[in-house]
């Protein structure tokens, strides 16, 4: 059982002059929110070669068999989680935003941890499965990997999600808006430019907006080494000050640095 719900709209303007590139996304209103729900099981059935209703056969040969039977762990193992923690509830509310996540009936293990749940969306991205190994390419095949994880189910296992983003009720945010500066962004368009080495820079906006603008300033800059050998990832995410139902936010940066280096014995994998 699958059912999604999308009543938003995304609008992309580029300056091929400037390059700079800006992105708005209409925020769904909070009676016709952004929702997916899905529900997956395995079961077992068996029929005559008639169009009845009944079993006549399984009823002499197994009394307690049923026509149709869920494989299943039995129901101690089939969990309800919240993806969403409370905080996460509380931030989505001062950024105008209904946030929901949450699995039932579900058996899968590594379902019940966080830590799990990130490494399956992170695996999702993976480039070492997409072709072409573009960027563009490997963000929207990622996307539709995690649409086809939760429409097409390839687990025996029983389970179910549903998630649902809107506008909340007080200071609703209207529109996120992507302002991106790309004079500085240079594109990894094969694997050649991969093997050569690579720095890719990128700095721009994310604005929240709504009768109070939340706007966020980005920066990212990316260095990969010949071969791909090590790869440096610089990350700062600078929330500017705004004033929300008479309370002051105040600046406040986020800065993620990643290093990586290959140390197999082998030859390094190749994009």
């Known amino acids: 059982t699958y059912k999604h719900q999308l009543k938003s709209a995304v609008t992309a303007v580029l300056d091929t002059t400037t390059r700079k590139l800006m992105v708005t996304m209409k925020v769904p209103e909070a009676e016709t929110p952004f929702s997916m729900l899905g529900h997956s099981q395995t079961f077992i059935y068996t029929s005559n070669n008639k169009m009845v209703g ?17 494989v299943s762990h039995g129901e101690e193992s089939r969990k309800n ?3 969403l923690k409370s ?6 509310h001062i950024y105008g935003l209904e946030l929901a996540g949450k699995l039932f009936d579900c058996e ?6 966080s830590g799990q749940q990130l490494f ?28 086809a994880f939760f429409f097409y189910f390839p687990r025996i296992e029983s389970c179910g999600a549903n998630f649902m983003i809107s506008q ?5 945010v209207e529109e996120i808006i992507f302002e991106l500066d790309l004079m500085k962004f240079q594109y990894m368009d094969n694997s050649k430019t991969i093997m050569d080495g690579k720095k890719v820079a990128m700095v721009g906006n994310i604005v929240f907006s709504g009768l109070v603008k939340r706007i966020h300033h980005i920066e ?8 791909w050998r090590k790869s440096n990832l610089d990350l700062e995410i600078k929330r500017m000050p705004f004033m929300l139902q008479s309370k002051n936010y105040p600046e406040f940066p986020i800065v993620f640095h990643m290093k ?12």
Do not use: W
């Open 81 to 83: 989680t919240d993806l």
């Open 260 to 271: 990586n280096r290959y140390f197999g014995i082998d030859r390094p994998f190749l994009f």
């Open 120 to 147: 399956a969306l992170l695996k999702s991205f993976s480039p070492m499965s997409k072709e072409p190994k573009v960027l563009m390419n490997i963000l929207f095949s990622g996307i539709r990997q995690v649409h």
């Open 220 to 227: 990212i800059d990316l260095v990969v080494a010949p071969m």
């Open 87 to 92: 905080e996460y509830h509380e931030l989505g």
């Open 54 to 70: 009944s079993q006549d056969y399984l009823k002499k040969s197994c009394p307690t068999c049923m026509m149709k039977q869920v």
């Open 108 to 113: 899968i293990p590594e379902m019940t941890s």
């Open 168 to 172: 909340s009720r007080m200071d609703p």
